[in-house]
């Protein structure tokens, strides 16, 4: 059984900054990929950033030279580092990572607010 455990989330005002963490625990064999996913009040999920491999890293166009994402393989941990902060990044953000054998699992989710 995976687990994937997000923490960092929080409020914050806008221009502020914020980290997130996820921990992955349980049996397995390592991630083909590590990711953030967000979905914000009546809107769907989206895509935020992820990392294949080690450095192959993916934004979406709205985070994109504002959020970093990093991977430490031998944690099994993934962050998401976010600067500049926007109203519009509020949401519930969910960690999410894909195993050797293609299971995909996803984190409970954490609380960013951001405040104008």
């Known amino acids: 059984q995976v687990q994937l455990v997000e923490s960092g989330g929080g409020l914050v005002q806008q221009g502020g900054s914020l980290r997130l963490s996820c921990a992955a625990s349980?049996?397995?064999?390592?991630?083909?990929?590590m990711g953030w996913y967000r979905r914000a009040p009546g809107k769907q999920r989206e895509l935020v950033a992820s990392?294949?491999?080690?450095?192959?890293?993916n934004y979406a166009d709205s985070v994109k030279g504002r959020f970093t994402i990093s991977r430490d393989n031998a944690n099994d941990t993934v962050y998401l580092q976010m600067n500049s902060l926007k109203p519009e990044d509020t949401a519930v953000y969910y960690c999410?990572?894909?195993?050797?054998?293609?299971?995909?699992?996803w984190g409970q989710g954490t609380q960013v607010t951001v405040s104008s």
């Open positions: 990392v294949l491999g080690t450095d192959n890293t």
């Open positions: 999410n990572a894909v195993s050797d054998k293609w299971y995909t699992y």
């Open positions: 349980g049996s397995f064999f390592g991630f083909r990929a």
